[in-house]
T-cell receptor, first 117, second 115 residues
Framework: AQKITQTQPGMFVQEKEAVTLDCTYD???????LFWYKQPSSGEMIFLIY??????QNATEGRYSLNFQKARKSANLVISASQLGDSAMYFC??????????????FGTGTRLTIIP | DVKVTQSSRYLVKRTGEKVFLECVQD?????MFWYRQDPGLGLRLIYF???????EKGDIPEGYSVSREKKERFSLILESASTNQTSMYLC??????????????FGQGTRLTVV
């Protein structure tokens, strides 16, 4: 079984500060992928960043970086220099493999981030 | 531009009705997923499919079934709708991973209300 845990239901952060959103996961798959998605109030799901379980380096995409600690089974999202437009729900997700090509994509409960001017 | 299209944005159905939610993707993706999203519970996986006619139960399959007769179309069926199935339903698709980053692309969602 695979499970994603996001323990922060909501966060308030001052504009321009950095913010870390927590994500821990549990899986028995030796190979898996970790994703972060953003869902603004409009409801669309926006892909932010990906980390493969065998990737040696932490993933980065612009202001987003993923702090991947494999031994601790954590995949925290770091947003640098937060902006008002970062206010949204953020979901951590994991893709594992049941068999080759048969992949389950599981999401956490999300963190609602609010950026304060 | 990649696209996942859900047939309805809003739907109101009566208790006991059979409900079909349709999802079509134009990216030739093997994987397709159905989720429901509820406040405080995040996205919960109902069913997924990794090939035509292949399906796997997700975490909350009870009360739902799915159909995938063609690669581009994945249907979610509520055999007898109940009020506790009132929710936002999201469809997604992706390529098989094979060790690579294969992000899932989402539809716009269907807000279903069962009265």
């Amino acid at each position: 079984a695979q499970k994603i845990t996001q323990t922060q239901p909501g966060m308030f952060v001052q504009e321009k500060e950095a913010v870390t959103l927590d994500c821990t996961y549990d899986t028995s798959d030796p190979s898996y992928g970790l994703f972060w998605y953003k869902q603004p109030s409009s409801g669309e799901m926006i892909f932010l960043i990906y980390q493969g379980s065998y990737d040696q380096q932490n993933a980065t995409e612009g202001r987003y970086s993923l702090n991947f600690q494999k031994a601790r089974k954590s995949a925290n999202l770091v947003i640098s220099a937060s902006q008002l437009g970062d206010s949204a729900m953020y979901f951590c997700a994991m893709r594992g493999s049941l068999t080759f090509g048969n992949e389950k994509l599981t999401f956490g409960t999300g963190t609602r981030l609010t950026i304060i001017p | 531009d990649v696209k996942v299209t859900q047939s309805s944005r809003y739907l109101v159905k009566r208790t006991g009705e059979k409900v079909f939610l349709e999802c079509v993707q134009d990216m030739d993706h093997e994987n397709m997923f159905w989720y429901r999203q509820d406040p405080g519970l995040g996205l919960r996986l109902i069913y997924f499919s990794y090939d035509v006619k292949m399906k796997e139960k997700g975490d909350i399959p009870e009360g739902y079934s799915v159909s995938r007769e063609k690669k581009e179309r994945f249907s979610l069926i509520l055999e007898s709708a109940s009020t506790n199935q009132t929710s936002m339903y999201l469809c997604a698709s992706s390529l098989p991973a094979q060790g690579q980053n294969t992000e899932a692309f989402f539809g716009q969602g269907t807000r279903l209300t069962v009265v």
